[in-house]
C-alpha cells in the first residue's frame, strides 16, 4: 500500500515479497573473478530477461545520489525496492561491458572499456575530486583557499546545517521504527531547528538532557548569551539516541561535527546586538575558513550546498575516466543507468549527471587549470532510441542496453 505523507510517498509492504520475491544477488563484477573478462555471449541472452523485468518493474524509481526517488523526484523509503534497483543498476554495468555494447562506444573514445571504469563512484571529498583529475598539491592548495573562502560564510554555514537537519527530521518521521531513542531524536532535531531559529536557548522540562536544562530563576534574566557548543551538544546527543538506525542525513550532520568543534566558543544569540552579532559571523568564517582541509567531508558538505542549495553526496553508476586525448584536451566522462527512456526520466538523469561533471569542471577552473577539459555524460536504458542531447555546454549520449 502506497501512502502519501506531506511530500514523500511511504511504502508500507503488508506484503514484501511483492516487490522481492527472492533475495537477488547484486551482478556486481568485482564479486567475481569470472567477470574480470567478457562473459560468453551466452550468458547475456540467458540474463537479459531479468535485465527486462527489472526495468520494467523499476520504470517509475531510480536512485539519485543515494536517495530512491520516483519520478517526480519523491523520495521512497523501500529497502525492497532499493535492493532490487542495486541489483539492477549492478546487471546493467555487467552488461555494459559486453563486446557489443564495447564495440559501440569506441564510436564515442576511450571510455568504460576497462572494469575500474564501470564501478559505482561515490564523491563525499575534495580530495576525492582533485584525485580523480589528478591535481598537483600545489594546485590543490590554491583550490582548497579558494573554496574555503567562499563556502564558510556565515550564511552558507547556517543554511548546509539548517538544511541537514531538515533532511534528517524527514527521514526521522518516514522511518519505520518505533524505538524509544528514535524518538528522542526526533525532539532534539526540532528543538535544535528552534534553536536556531531563535539564537537562543529554548528551556524543557526537568527531563532534558543537558543543552536543554533550564537555569534556576535567580539566573533567567542574566543568562549568558548562547554559544554553538550548545548546537554540538544536541548533535553528541543525537547521535547516542540515531546511533542504531541508519539515517542520511545523521552522517552529514556528523561531518559538520568537524565545523562545530572549531567555533562552539562563538556566541549565536541576536539579543546581544547588531555589530557584536556581525563579529561572531565573522568569528564563525574566519575559525571555519583556516581550519577546514581539502579531505574534509564538512568543507565538501558546505561546498555541495554553495553550488547547488542542497547537502547530497555526488554518486554515479559509472566512474568512467579522465583522460588526455591526442589532441591535448583533457576528456571527462561520467555515467548512469537508467529505467526508462521516459522523458522526464532521462532529463532528470541528465541533470543529475550534470551536477556530477559541473562539480569537477569548478574544481579543475579553480585549480588554474590552462588545459580544455571536455565533459561527456554517458546514460544507458533499455529499449532506448541511441541519441546525442546537448545541455548546458555539456554532451549527454543516451545508449541502448540491448546486445
Not at 520475491?21 to 540474463?47: F, I
Not at 552488461?95 to 561515490?122: A, W
Request: hydrophobic letters at 35%; charged letters at 25%.
Amino acid at each position: 500500500m502506497l501512502r502519501i505523507l506531506g511530500n514523500v510517498h511511504h511504502i508500507t509492504r503488508s506484503n514484501p515479497c511483492r516487490f522481492l520475491r527472492a533475495n537477488h544477488v547484486l551482478y556486481h563484477s568485482s564479486v567475481d573473478d569470472s567477470y574480470k573478462e567478457a562473459l560468453p555471449c551466452e550468458w547475456y541472452k540467458k540474463k537479459l530477461p531479468l535485465l527486462t523485468k527489472l526495468t520494467t518493474s523499476l520504470r517509475e524509481f531510480d536512485l539519485v545520489d543515494g536517495k530512491l526517488e520516483d519520478i517526480n523526484g519523491v523520495i521512497i523509503y523501500d529497502d525492497h525496492i532499493k535492493q532490487r534497483m542495486q541489483a539492477f543498476k549492478s546487471l546493467a554495468r555487467i552488461f555494459i561491458g559486453s563486446p557489443p555494447l564495447q564495440q559501440k562506444l569506441k564510436e564515442h573514445g576511450r571510455f568504460f572499456n576497462k572494469e575500474s571504469e564501470r564501478e559505482p563512484f561515490v564523491v563525499s571529498s575534495l580530495t576525492k575530486v582533485c584525485n580523480f583529475l589528478d591535481i598537483s598539491a600545489q594546485q590543490r592548495k590554491l583550490v582548497r583557499s579558494t573554496v574555503c573562502s567562499q563556502v564558510t560564510q556565515y550564511r552558507i554555514w547556517r543554511g548546509a546545517l539548517e538544511d541537514v537537519l531538515n533532511g534528517l527530521k524527514e527521514e526521522v518521521e518516514h522511518g519505520e521504527t518505533t524505538r524509544g531513542g528514535t524518538k528522542l531524536g526526533q525532539q532534539v532535531i526540532l528543538s535544535c531547528l528552534k534553536f536556531l531559529s531563535e539564537s537562543s536557548v529554548s528551556y524543557e522540562d526537568e527531563s532534558s538532557t543537558s543543552w536543554m536544562r533550564p537555569v534556576p530563576a535567580r539566573y533567567a534574566k542574566a543568562n549568558a548569551s548562547a554559544k554553538w557548543e550548545d548546537v554540538l551538544d544536541m548533535v553528541n546527543d543525537l547521535r547516542r539516541y540515531l546511533e542504531h538506525d541508519d539515517f542520511y542525513h545523521m552522517e552529514k550532520l556528523l561531518s559538520m561535527k568537524e565545523g562545530l568543534l572549531q567555533i562552539k566558543d562563538v556566541f549565536l544569540d541576536n539579543t546581544i546586538g547588531f555589530r557584536e552579532v556581525r563579529h561572531q559571523e565573522h568569528l564563525v568564517y574566519r575559525k571555519l575558513s583556516k581550519m577546514l582541509g581539502s579531505p574534509s567531508p564538512c568543507l565538501f558538505t558546505l561546498l555541495m550546498y554553495f553550488l547547488y542549495g542542497r547537502v547530497r553526496d555526488i554518486e554515479v553508476d559509472l566512474c568512467g575516466g579522465f583522460h588526455k586525448e591526442k589532441s591535448g584536451v583533457f576528456s571527462l566522462s561520467l555515467g548512469r543507468v537508467l529505467t526508462s527512456g521516459d522523458e522526464k526520466m532521462l532529463g532528470r538523469g541528465i541533470k543529475q549527471l550534470d551536477r556530477a561533471l559541473g562539480l569537477f569542471e569548478f574544481v579543475w577552473e579553480t585549480a588554474g587549470m590552462k588545459e580544455s577539459i571536455n565533459l561527456q555524460g554517458h546514460l544507458w536504458c533499455l529499449g532506448a532510441e541511441e541519441r546525442t542531447i546537448t545541455y548546458r555546454g555539456k554532451t549527454f549520449f543516451l545508449h541502448d542496453l540491448s546486445l
